[in-house]
T-cell receptor, first 115, second 111 residues
Framework: GAVVSQHPSRVICKSGTSVKIECRSL??????MFWYRQFPKQSLMLMAT?????????EQGVEKDKFLINHASLTLSTLTVTSAHPEDSSFYIC???????????FGSGTQLSVL | GESVGLHLPTLSVQEGDNSIINCAYS??????FIWYKQESGKGPQFIID?????DKRQGQRVTVLLNKTVKHLSLQIAATQPGDSAVYFC??????????FGQGTILTVHP
């Protein structure tokens, strides 16, 4: 099956620094990628929808200046958490929709811990 | 038994029992539904899906039932095994748009 690679799997950073998370579709092209956030023992909450070559669409309540999303190619989307604070600590998961629009594949997630 | 905690509800079963996990979805226009399994520290893993023009779909050891009248989904796992222990989420989708996840249920299978 199709593979979505998410990197890094775990990152620890100091408060105030920025962290970039990469999401790559390895064997298929994805015009649309989604970024989710998940707190412990809670469901996945959609943060934004990333479309190749255009600006991301953010869900209500998600700060677009804090969570920068870039989808520069059909196989790569990045999420940058800027000026990270401890409350940004969470599990971030990306998913990619293939060109048919029917299949959705998930990355393995990134655990961000901000000290 | 099944209980609702502060966050995710839990379901505890014995190995070999059948498990039923329930989910209420929100959008009556949703036309595609998916069940995912998530193990600790990992991304969601696809289990089974169903389109709104169906009310039942079977896979290997799993069955999904859809009741559009009451906006309810269920996942039935036959002969539950310890390896089935995980968090299970339903998700709904409208016309290939964004996927919205349900609350999730923690399934614990005791040997």
């Amino acid at each position: 099956g199709a593979v979505v690679s998410q990197h890094p799997s775990r990152v620890i950073c100091k408060s105030g620094t920025s962290v970039k998370i990469e999401c790559r579709s390895l064997d298929f092209q994805a015009t649309t990628m989604f970024w989710y956030r998940q707190f412990p023992k809670q469901s996945l909450m959609l943060m934004a929808t990333s479309n190749e070559g255009s600006k991301a669409t953010y869900e209500q309540g998600v700060e677009k200046d804090k969570f920068l999303i870039n989808h520069a190619s059909l196989t790569l989307s990045t999420l940058t958490v800027t000026s990270a604070h401890p409350e940004d600590s969470s599990f971030y998961i990306c998913s990619a929709r293939d060109l048919t629009g029917r299949e959705l594949f998930f990355g393995s997630g990134t655990q961000l811990s901000v000290l | 038994g099944e209980s609702v905690g502060l966050h995710l509800p839990t379901l505890s079963v014995q190995e070999g029992d059948n498990s039923i996990i329930n989910c209420a979805y929100s959008n009556s226009a949703s036309d595609y539904f998916i069940w995912y399994k998530q193990e600790s520290g990992k991304g969601p893993q696809f289990i089974i899906d169903i389109r709104s023009n169906m009310d039942k779909r079977q896979g290997q050891r799993v069955t999904v039932l859809l009741n559009k009248t009451v906006k309810h989904l269920s996942l039935q796992i036959a002969a539950t095994q310890p390896g089935d222990s995980a968090v299970y989420f339903c998700a709904e989708n409208y016309f290939y748009g964004k996927l919205t996840f349900g609350q999730g249920t923690i399934l614990t299978v005791h040997p």
